[in-house]
């Protein structure tokens, strides 16, 4: 039981770490817009503070991969979670990373 909430506790820091990082495009152009957004139920929040961080469509090997929403405390008063988005750049496609702001 200890092992499982160590766990938890481990992944839920790693996700928030992970959320600070600042990288305006993590990737290039894409040629084909992402599929519309796969929108599901989410439980309550795992304890006060915390925002849903909506998921977003991946670009893997070529393919479109879902990449699920998550919980996510704000690193300092007042941040706002603005979610990552694929902008249009002419004919082609630009992701945009999530971030706090």
């Known amino acids: 039981m200890f092992n ?11 996700g928030m ?3 600070c990082a600042t990288r305006p495009y993590a990737y290039g152009y894409v040629e ?3 599929p519309v957004p796969a929108y599901r139920a989410y439980g309550p929040p795992p ?5 849903w ?3 977003f469509y991946d670009r893997r ?7 699920p929403g998550r919980w996510a405390r704000p ?10 988005r694929w902008e ?14």
Not at 47 to 51: H, L, N
Not at 61 to 67: A, D, E, I, L, N
Not at 76 to 84: G, L
């Open 17 to 19: 770490m992970s959320a």
């Open 47 to 51: 304890g006060p503070g915390y925002v």
């Open 75 to 84: 690193p300092y008063a007042h941040a706002r979670w603005v979610p990552s």
């Open 32 to 34: 084909a817009p992402p």
């Open 61 to 67: 090997g070529g393919s479109w991969v879902w990449s």
């Open 4 to 14: 499982r909430a160590l766990l938890a506790g481990v992944l839920v820091a790693a």
């Open 88 to 101: 249009r750049h002419g004919h082609d496609w630009r992701y945009r990373e999530g971030r706090w702001r």
């Open 53 to 55: 961080a909506d998921g």
